[in-house]
């Protein structure tokens, strides 16, 4: 395992050490970890979206050029 130096306020490090029964190793890690998952999985998701942006753009100008002088036809029908 990797270590890693943390920097801190000496009034931070007093009230770590007011409470001795708190793993901070552990519980540092713990947030670490998560917050490092957290990003992965945002990263994993937005690389998704972008592969899945020109399909978006296709089918949304897709539906533009069907709707596109709909209303007038329908207008023409005496539907609208």
């Not at 190793?25 to 990263?43: D, P």
Request: hydrophobic share 40%; glycine share 4%.
């Amino acid at each position: 395992m990797v270590s890693v130096t943390l920097s801190l306020p000496p009034e931070i490090k007093q009230k770590m050490d007011h409470f001795q029964e708190m793993n901070w190793s552990g519980f540092i890690r713990k947030c670490v970890t998560e917050k490092t998952n957290e990003l992965a999985w945002k990263e994993e998701i937005l690389e998704k979206l972008k592969k899945e942006e020109e399909l978006t753009v296709f089918a949304v100008d897709l539906q533009r050029k069907a709707r596109k002088g709909r209303a007038q036809q329908l207008k023409k029908k005496g539907l609208i």
